[in-house]
C-alpha cells in the first residue's frame, strides 16, 4: 500500500541547530502533509504541499517536494527543546484520505 | 466544539470483552476518520466517513472492527472480543474536506490496553 517512510527514525540535536527530516513515498500523489505528535496522542497539521508546489514556508518551518523522486523534507530551523515530538509525513490515497509514514523521533537537547 | 472530543482517554479491558469508542468531530466536519497507533510505530488507517457516502472501509483489520457515524457527526468505534494485539492508540480525525489544505484536526486518542 502507499505509505511514506521518514528518515532518520530518531534525531538528536542540539537547540539552535537546524533539523532536517525525510520522507519517500511509492506511488503518484496529489498532496503531502506534515503533523507533529506530542507524547503519542493527538497530531498536529503543520503543512500541506501540493504536488505543483517545490516549495513552501510555514515560520520555522520549511518543506521541499520533489516528485521526481517522490521525496519530501522537512527542515525546522533554530530548533528549540519545544520542537521536541514525533513526526510524520502523510500522501493522499485518493478521495481526502492520508496514509502515514513511520515518523521521525526528533529530541532537541537545552 | 472546538476540538475533536474522543472518549474515554484510556480504556483497559479483558480480552474477550467487546469496547466502543467515541469520537466527537468538529461540527461541520464532513470527513471523519480513525486510526490505530501501536507503540512507538505510525498511524495504521481503519475507517473513513464522509458526508453520506459509503465509508472507506478498507483498513479494518478484521470482522471484530466495525463503525458507525450517526447523523453525520459522532462516530462509535466497536471491537468485538478484543484481543491483547488490539491494544494500541486510537486516533480520531476530522476535516473539512473544500478545505483540504487545513489538514486533519486530530482528536487525543484513547488509549486501549487489552489485558
Known amino acids: 500500500s502507499q505509505q511514506g517512510e521518514e528518515d532518520p527514525q530518531a534525531l538528536s540535536i542540539q537547540e539552535g541547530e537546524n533539523a532536517t527530516m525525510n520522507c519517500s513515498y511509492k506511488?503518484?500523489?496529489?498532496?503531502l502533509q506534515w503533523y507533529r505528535q506530542n507524547s503519542g496522542r493527538g497530531l498536529v497539521h503543520l503543512i500541506l504541499?501540493?504536488?505543483?508546489?517545490r516549495e513552501k514556508h510555514s515560520g520555522r518551518l520549511r518543506v521541499t517536494l520533489d516528485t521526481s523522486k517522490k521525496s519530501s523534507s522537512l527542515l525546522i530551523t533554530a530548533s528549540r527543546a519545544a520542537d521536541t515530538a514525533s513526526y510524520f509525513c502523510?500522501?493522499?490515497?485518493?478521495?481526502?484520505?492520508?496514509?502515514f509514514g513511520t515518523g521521525t523521533r526528533l529530541k532537541v537537547l537545552a | 466544539g472546538a476540538g475533536v472530543s474522543q472518549s474515554p482517554s484510556n480504556k483497559v479491558t479483558e480480552k474477550g470483552k467487546d469496547v466502543e469508542l467515541r469520537c466527537d468531530p468538529i461540527?461541520?466536519?464532513?470527513?471523519l476518520y480513525w486510526y490505530r497507533q501501536s507503540l512507538g510505530q505510525g498511524l495504521e488507517f481503519l475507517i473513513y466517513f464522509q458526508g453520506n457516502s459509503a465509508p472507506d472501509k478498507s483498513g479494518l483489520p478484521s470482522d471484530r472492527f466495525s463503525a458507525e457515524r450517526t447523523g453525520g457527526s459522532v462516530s462509535t468505534l466497536t471491537i468485538q472480543r478484543t484481543q491483547q494485539e488490539d491494544s494500541a492508540v486510537y486516533l480520531c480525525?476530522?476535516?473539512?474536506?473544500?478545505?483540504?489544505?487545513?489538514?486533519?484536526?486530530f482528536g487525543s486518542g484513547t488509549r486501549l490496553t487489552v489485558v
Open positions: 461540527s461541520g466536519h464532513t470527513a
Open positions: 504541499i501540493r504536488s505543483n508546489e
Open positions: 502523510a500522501t493522499d490515497a485518493g478521495t481526502y484520505k492520508y496514509i
Open positions: 506511488t503518484s500523489i496529489n498532496n
Open positions: 480525525a476530522s476535516s473539512l474536506v473544500s478545505r483540504q489544505g487545513d489538514g486533519y484536526t
